[in-house]
Structure formats: C-alpha cells, structure tokens
Nanobody, 120 residues
Framework: QVQLVESGGGLVQPGGSLRLSCAAS????????MGWYRQAPGKERELVAS???????NYADSVKGRFTISRDNAKNTVYLQMNSLKPEDTAVYYC??????????????WGQGTQVTVSS
C-alpha cells in the first residue's frame, strides 16, 4: 500500500503565497512522476504541475511564472510553491504519484486533497 499525505492548504488573500507538500510512504520501490492537480467547483480536475524523476517539469499555462514544483527524492516528497495567487486558483488541490511498488506493480496514487481558497 502507498499513502500520500498532503499539507499546506488554506485561505490566502489575492497576491499571497502558499506552499503545498505531499509525502509518499509505504511499499514504494520507485517513483517516476509526481504532480499536483486541482479541481474547482463545477469543473473537471486539471493538471497544475508535474515533475519527473529526472527533474523535468511541466506546468499549466495558467500557473507558469507563478507556481514552482519541486521534489525531494530522499523524502519521497513533492512541493508546490504558489505565489501571486489569484481568486481563480481557488480549488481542491490533489497530489498524484506514479511509480512502482516493491513487487514492481505500477502505482498511480492520489492524495486526499487540500483546499486552497484565494479571497479577500
């Protein structure tokens, strides 16, 4: 079993910053891609940012230049630094990890979600 524990969400004013963290634990052999997705009310879940095990990153156009994704492979943890937050960034943010378990089975695990609200 692989578990993801997210933290760092909350309420912030427009222009403010938040940092999300997601730690993976359990029967992990290797992690390939770690990412953050978000889902706003009435909308589909969308990719915010992802980072591969070689450090290459991918960002949604709406967050480029404002958000930064990073990972600590020793801790199996991924971070999302969110700056210059806008009301349209309000959503539930989900962590996702893709990799392989100890038995080499492919894993694709989601966190429980953390609420980010940008409002004055």
């Amino acid at each position: 079993q692989v578990q993801l524990v997210e933290s760092g969400g909350g309420l912030v004013q427009p222009g403010g910053s938040l940092r999300l963290s997601c730690a993976a634990s359990g029967t992990i052999f290797s992690i390939n891609t770690m990412g953050w997705y978000r889902q706003a009310p009435g909308k589909e879940r969308e990719l915010v940012a992802s980072i591969a095990n070689d450090g290459s990153t991918n960002y949604a156009d709406s967050v480029k230049g404002r958000f930064t994704i990073s990972r600590d492979n020793a801790k199996n943890t991924v971070y999302l630094q969110m700056n210059s937050l806008k009301p349209e960034d309000t959503a539930v943010y989900y962590c996702n990890v893709k990799g392989r378990s100890w038995t080499r089975v492919l894993i694709d695990v989601w966190g429980q979600g953390t609420q980010v609200t940008v409002s004055s």
